[in-house]
Each structure stands twice: as C-alpha cells, then as structure tokens.
C-alpha cells in the first residue's frame, strides 16, 4: 500500500485487524506524511470514549507522542 492507499477505511481496517508488517507500514507512512498523521488520528477520534478500542486508543497515544518530533 502506498500513502495514497491509507483512506479512512484502509486505515481502520489496518489498526482494527492488520498484523505486525500492517502496523509498521502504517507506522512508517505517519513518520514520513502528516497527512497520514492527521488521518490516523481523525479515524481513532471515533473510538476516544470506548475503553475496549485499544487498539485505536494506542494510535491516538501514539500520535499524541510524535506529532510534535516529526
């Protein structure tokens, strides 16, 4: 997937049930394109109240740490 392929629902889906090699991808594409960034953080915005989307709950963490370092 290139970083026009990361839409909204590519990216859900990716963080809801993509593996290990899935995440760096996604990891890789966030460092590198604050569109990424941005997008990534829109999609896990829905899941901010549910306690059991960890998942999306270490996305938002995880942009949150390196918004401001990239």
Not at 3 to 27: C, M, P, S, Y
Not at 33 to 43: E, G, I, T
């Amino acid at each position: 997937m290139n970083h026009q392929g990361f839409t909204l629902a590519a990216i859900d889906d990716v963080i809801a049930r993509g593996n290990f090699k899935d995440w760096a991808e996604l990891r890789r594409a966030v460092l590198a394109d604050p569109a990424v960034m941005n997008k990534v953080k829109r999609v896990c915005s829905h899941y901010a109240s549910d306690p059991y989307a960890q998942r999306h709950l270490f996305w938002v963490r995880y942009i949150e740490a390196h918004r401001n370092t990239t």
